[in-house]
């Protein structure tokens, strides 16, 4: 059966014009994530409560803090087993025969996170360019109210693809020079040199590190940049692969992976550990500077 997405990108225009089709899911995967104000505060909570307040018509919350993250890893929001992330989704009416748009209110992120787990269990899924401000700046309506989910749908059957992931120790082989592989940071400068506090157990990044923030893939009005500007924000990646993607906790890093998807890479995974899981232990190593 031919996909409803037209590729990882919508617009407002496409999903107001498929907003009513009974085969398309929408879902607002908003956190809250503030900047922490020293070293080791991590706060973080659903976003629900701002999805209640307004809304694309239709649209379900999904909660990358609870039911849509493992409670057993020892990290934040890392992404549930197959099965259970099936599960979850039926639950907000993800079911065979369904495709999803993912938006949210914070830049992207957060879309581009949910949209990189869904691809990772090979459900049809696309991101709403702009997110929820593109919407409304459009024009387009607002719903209000914590209504009731769907039905819960007939999960699907996950068909995995672990190569959108990677893990501690594929990345420990990398800066070892053991695994071919270019890291790639995509948290804000400050981030990667160290010099603002971060939420996590020890500044800096991983040793070999590029640097490539996610947010600077995005246009000011949270748009990911045209295809060219694109290409020169991540040129030190020409001829690099495969890309390891990481940041704090894999949120950015997906966005980044999402630009990188729509410039046609296909070598691209992602960390979901990230920074959080590697400076928790001591014996990894992190470099600051630029």
Do not use: N, Q
């Amino acid at each position: 059966m031919t996909s409803l997405l037209p590729g990882p990108l919508v617009d407002d225009v496409w999903l107001a014009a498929h907003l009513d089709d009974p085969r398309l899911v929408v879902l607002d995967a908003t956190a809250l994530l503030p900047s922490p104000r020293h070293d080791g505060d991590h706060r973080s909570a659903s976003g629900r409560a701002g999805w209640a307040e307004r809304h694309v018509p239709g649209s379900h919350h999904a909660d990358l803090t609870g039911d849509l993250s493992d409670p057993g890893a020892p990290y934040h929001f890392a992404v549930p087993a197959p099965g259970a992330l099936a599960a979850a989704l039926a639950r907000l009416g993800v079911g065979e025969g369904r495709e999803v748009v993912v938006y949210d209110t914070g830049g992207g992120i957060w879309a581009a996170r949910l949209w990189w787990m869904l691809r990772a269990i090979s459900v049809p899924a696309a991101v709403l360019d702009g997110g929820l401000a593109v919407w409304e700046a459009a024009g387009r309506p607002l719903a209000t109210g914590d209504t009731e989910a769907e039905p819960a749908a007939v999960p699907v059957t996950p068909v995995p693809r672990p190569e959108l992931w990677t893990d501690i120790e594929e990345v420990a082989a990398i800066v070892r020079g053991e695994r071919p592989g270019v890291l790639v940071c995509a948290l804000p400068t400050g981030g990667y040199d160290g010099s603002v506090p971060t939420r996590y157990s020890r500044r800096g990044h991983i040793p070999g590190s590029v640097s490539v923030p996610g947010r600077g893939l995005l246009d000011d009005t949270g748009r990911v940049r045209p295809t060219s500007e694109l290409a020169d924000r991540v040129r030190a990646l020409a001829g690099a692969s495969p890309v390891v993607l990481y940041c704090g906790g894999g949120i950015s890093a997906a966005g980044a992976a999402l630009a990188l998807t729509v410039l046609g890479r296909t070598d691209v995974s992602v960390y979901d550990g990230s920074l959080e899981e590697w400076s928790k232990d001591p014996e990894r190593p992190l470099e600051s500077g630029g």
